[in-house]
């Protein structure tokens, strides 16, 4: 079974507000980490990536943090867009043999104007 | 321009026919891998191939079929013995799958409906 999962199916966030995006995965094997965003009818878009040997990696708004004691994996979004609207999916490299990349079920963000 | 293409978007097949799903890649990429989303869900893996001539069976290969004789191409043939064929399926490459930093690159995605 997978060993990447949400704690909230749904996120409604108010437009201009911060928003994040949590993830727990429970393979401490885990070397690799993927947000990728997919909007209604399209394919998944990388995002931002982090490495096991990091805690914290920023990109353009956003944020991903890394606690691997608790094996959690979180996604901020600065000051949160009508366009951030979309299903984010965090997915995790557990290292084996084969590098696959094991897919959680996904947050839908909703943007309250 | 380089990118992933999946051909047609949308795909509408009788009860009981084989369909075949395109997938284009001209990154040069050597690990191909095709998806499977319904509503709300999120990806399950079907097959993937990590070089030319050779591929694997994902968590839901059945009543699915794959080759890849060349690099750039990994079409996904959906069987009649596919009970439940009607979702969006989605076509991803990456460099190697032989690397733990495996970033996937995704196509536009296929969604295909029974009648």
């Known amino acids: 079974g997978e060993s990447v999962g949400l704690h909230l199916p749904t996120l409604s966030v108010q437009e201009g507000d911060n928003s994040i995006i949590n993830c727990a995965y429970s393979?401490?094997?885990?070397?690799?980490f993927i947000w990728y965003k997919q909007e209604s009818g399209k394919g998944p878009q990388f995002i931002i990536d982090?490495?096991?040997n990091m805690d914290k990696r920023q990109g353009q708004r956003v944020t991903v943090l890394l606690n691997k004691t608790v094996k959690h994996l979180s996604l901020q979004i600065a000051a949160t867009q009508p366009g951030d609207s979309a299903v984010y999916f965090c997915?995790?490299?557990?290292?084996?043999?084969?590098?696959?990349?094991?897919w959680g079920a996904g947050t839908k963000l909703i943007i309250k104007p | 321009d380089g990118g992933i293409t999946q051909s047609p978007k949308y795909l509408f097949r009788k009860e009981g026919q084989n369909v075949t799903l395109s997938c284009e890649q001209n990154?040069?990429?050597?690990?191909m891998y095709w998806y499977r989303q319904d509503p709300g869900q999120g990806l399950r893996l079907i097959y993937y191939?990590?070089?030319?001539?050779?591929?694997q069976k994902g968590d839901i290969a059945e009543g699915y079929s794959v080759s890849r004789e060349k690099k750039e191409s990994f079409p996904l043939t959906v069987t009649s013995a596919q009970k439940n064929p009607t979702a969006f399926y989605l076509c991803?490459?990456?460099?190697?799958?032989?690397?733990?930093?495996?970033?996937?690159?995704f196509g536009p995605g296929t969604r295909l409906t029974v009648l």
């Open positions: 991803a490459s990456s460099i190697s799958s032989y690397s733990s930093y495996n970033e996937q690159f």
């Open positions: 990154l040069n990429h050597d690990a």
């Open positions: 191939s990590q070089i030319v001539n050779d591929f």
């Open positions: 393979n401490s094997a885990s070397d690799y």
């Open positions: 982090i490495r096991s």
């Open positions: 997915a995790e490299n557990i290292g084996d043999s084969n590098y696959q990349l094991i």
